[in-house]
């Protein structure tokens, strides 16, 4: 089995109060996805790259050693 790093850019849509156009794009930098108001707007991309091949070392212990 190998193993996987699994990177998911993810759309949120929420509201923020502020003076300016900056100023929401900073607030929202900040905001808490999960506990303020947020709600899931889709999956933009999902990219896939595999680290490395697991070894399951309960099948390769003995193996090569004298004993």
């Known amino acids: 089995m190998a193993r996987y790093i699994v990177d998911m850019r993810v759309d949120y849509t929420f509201e923020v109060e502020a003076d300016s156009p900056e100023e929401a794009e900073s607030l929202a930098w900040e905001f808490d996805y999960t506990e303020d108001g947020s709600y899931y707007n889709g999956v933009y991309s999902i990219d896939v790259e595999e680290v490395e091949e ?14």
């Open 54 to 67: 697991y070894i399951d070392e309960s099948e390769t212990v003995g193996e090569g050693k004298d004993e």
